[in-house]
């Protein structure tokens, strides 16, 4: 008799042995940093930080022997959920904001052992980050203690965002698709306006937005329901805006002039010239502008009337400028020759660094000064520093975050 079927199919058996006989995922240790699925760092819990609050979901993979799935806050020790499900969604308030809060979660076992995950924080606070991180071409809200994304706006390659601060709404400018758009702090899309064909640079007021043109050579302004109410046509490049003295606005050109535009009379009043390639500009207490220019590789400290009070000098990269609110006329630079973000008082002089970052982009303040978050695209991170230059949190899963913009909107 042949027997060589009954080999051949031992010899299957055999082969196929290592692929479902030993399938069992659910018996490799998830915090095992071997572990090919988790890495040794399940991430199954999720906490996003709200305002007075944290929303909590969980997500365990098909997982054999369980018989229970606990989630544990591990301040109180109180438990927060506990049943068979190995997925769900737990609002965790009233919580003060301010506070740190600690979670976990617990696999009890059929054998009668446990699995305990790695806590997971969260900070609730009145914070609205908006970031825009451009190789991914999206634009995020992170929770307000820099730890999570909130949710992502359904937007795709935007040029520049401005957020409200009394509000936190926000602003965006898609420069190839000739849009703006404006959402709610939620990220409700309220309107959209195609009418201006290559928007750049934004501007957020009370009771208007303004929005800079350079292909068109023009400066507009809308209303807050998006319709255009005028315009500023004859500039030569308007790359950056700033908030000027009263009602009126900062225009700076690409060809090294600076204008002044008021929603009263729109056409651009010349102020000063002599710079070449401006790149950052920050509002001044007085009315005044603070400008960054690239190829002088210099900071202009610019008064109401457009007399340039100093020059700062020897600044070959600087990628913002952020008004400071303690200190009076102290300006927040992203130095990216040193790789730091500085505080400089009014005389230039450097008050404090932040250490440790890789090629800072944008600033952004809270209204006291406590908190200070710097979009580092080097790092690919968005981080939160106290006022003394201690890291707080960081969100480090992005892929190049260029602007980060913060409101702590008025109850």
């Known amino acids: 008799m042949d027997d060589r079927p009954m080999r051949m199919l031992i010899l299957f058996l055999v082969l196929l042995m290592p692929i479902t006989g030993c399938s069992t995922r659910s018996h490799e240790n998830p915090l095992d940093p071997e572990n090919k699925t988790t890495e040794g760092n399940p991430q199954w819990l999720t906490a996003v930080a709200q305002n ?12 054999r022997d369980v018989s229970e799935f606990v989630l544990r ?21 009233p919580l003060p904001n301010g506070l740190t809060q600690s979670y976990r979660l ?46 992502a706006l359904d937007v795709r390659d935007p040029i520049s965002i401005r957020t409200d601060p009394a509000d936190g709404s926000l602003l965006v400018a898609d420069f190839f698709r000739g849009r703006v ?52 046509d004859s500039l030569d490049i308007p790359l950056l805006l700033s908030q000027g003295p009263g009602e009126s606005i900062w225009v700076a ?33 007085n009315g005044g502008v603070w400008l960054a220019d690239a190829l002088l590789e210099q900071i202009l400290k610019v008064d109401p009337d457009g007399t340039v009070a100093q020059i700062f000098p020897n600044l070959p990269a600087i990628a913002s400028l952020t008004p400071d609110p303690v200190v009076t006329d102290g300006v927040w630079i992203s130095d990216r020759t040193n790789n730091t973000v500085s505080l400089l008082d009014g005389n230039g002089t450097v008050l404090q660094s932040l250490p440790g970052l890789a090629a800072p982009s944008r600033v952004s303040l809270s209204p006291d000064g406590s908190e200070i978050w710097v979009a580092d695209p080097g790092l690919r991170s968005v981080l939160r520093f106290a006022r003394n230059g201690t890291l707080i949190s960081e969100y480090d899963r992005l892929t190049s975050p260029i602007i980060i913009d913060l409101a702590f909107p008025t109850p």
């Not at 939620?186 to 009418?195: A, D, I, K, M, Q």
């Not at 710079?275 to 207490?285: D, G, K, L, N, T």
């Open 73 to 93: 806050d591990l301040v109180t020790e109180d438990i927060l959920f506990r049943g068979e499900s190995g997925s769900g969604n737990f609002l965790h308030a």
């Open 253 to 285: 050109e690409q060809t090294g002039r600076l204008y002044q535009v008021s929603p009263a009379d729109r056409s651009p009043q010349f102020i000063v010239e002599g710079f070449e390639s401006p790149v950052a500009m920050a509002p001044r207490p």
């Open 181 to 232: 758009s404006y959402y709610t702090s939620g990220g409700e899309l309220v309107w959209e306006n195609e009418t201006l064909p290559r928007p750049r640079a934004i501007l957020v007021e009370s009771n208007r937005f303004w929005v800079a043109d350079p292909v068109e050579n023009r400066v507009v302004e809308l209303d807050r329901g998006g319709a255009v109410v005028g315009a500023s």
């Open 106 to 151: 617990e696999l009890k076992l059929t054998d009668g052992t446990e699995q305990l995950f790695p806590e997971v924080l969260a900070e609730p606070g009145p914070a609205v980050p908006w970031v825009l991180d451009s190789a991914s071409g999206q634009v995020l809200q992170l929770a307000p203690d820099a730890r999570a994304v909130a949710f």
């Open 52 to 63: 007075e609050s944290v929303a909590l979901s969980w997500s365990v993979p098909a997982f």
